[in-house]
């Protein structure tokens, strides 16, 4: 048999018990870390597509201006 801190028996069936517990508890923690590392990869996902359309759209700034267009007012690249 195992004993706790005490050197006091712990019947196999509470070990179990404690066993379960104790993983049930791990499980969730690791739902909880996958949920929030979901959340931030989300929004890591939508900056990063923000980045994306400024960056196109000041490349196409960059075209037009090359082209001798006359740029495109700052609110509209932004």
């Known amino acids: 048999?195992?004993?706790d801190a005490h050197g006091l028996e712990i019947?196999?069936?509470t070990r179990w018990k404690q066993l379960y517990e104790a993983l049930l508890n791990e499980s969730l923690?690791?739902?909880r870390d996958l949920e929030q590392a979901r959340e931030e990869l989300q929004q890591a996902n939508a900056r990063i597509t923000l980045m994306?359309?400024?960056m196109?759209?000041?490349r196409n700034q960059n075209k037009a201006l090359r082209a001798g267009q006359a740029p495109l007012?700052?609110?509209e690249v932004a």
């Open 11 to 13: 019947p196999p069936r």
């Open 29 to 31: 923690r690791i739902r």
């Open 56 to 58: 196109q759209m000041l």
């Open 1 to 3: 048999m195992t004993r």
């Open 52 to 54: 994306t359309t400024q």
């Open 73 to 75: 007012p700052l609110e």
